[in-house]
């Protein structure tokens, strides 16, 4: 089993950056395929991005090219770069670890907005 902590959103302007944190704990964090999701007001929860156990990646189109998602193994920590920022970027962003069986984090909120 594994428990994840998010951290890192907040309001920010349109055009603006945020980086996101997922840090991890109680299991082997190397053996897990990690990702990051959202759920906007209203909304179902949508896939963002996600990185293998190797290191490949795999992102939305709504946000290929402004999000980059990694991990460092030896912090056990999850991330996720966020670039040129949109209103529609508006959600509640959970950390998800995927081992065949699938844990979340509490969320944390990004508000883009002027």
């Known amino acids: 089993q594994v428990q994840l902590v998010e951290s890192g959103g907040g309001l920010v302007q349109p055009g603006g950056s945020l980086r996101l944190s997922c840090a991890a704990s109680g299991s082997i964090f190397s053996r897990y395929a990690m990702g990051w999701y959202r759920q906007a007001p209203g909304k179902q929860r949508e896939f963002v991005a996600r990185?293998?156990?190797?290191?490949?990646?795999y992102y939305a189109d709504s946000v290929k090219g402004r999000f980059t998602i990694s991990r460092d193994n030896a912090k056990n920590t999850l991330y996720l770069q966020m670039n040129s920022l949109k209103p529609e970027d508006t959600a509640v962003y959970y950390c998800?670890?995927?081992?065949?069986?699938?844990?979340w984090g509490q969320g944390t909120q990004v508000t883009v907005s002027s």
């Open positions: 990185v293998t156990s190797d290191g490949s990646t």
């Open positions: 998800n670890a995927n081992n065949g069986w699938s844990y």
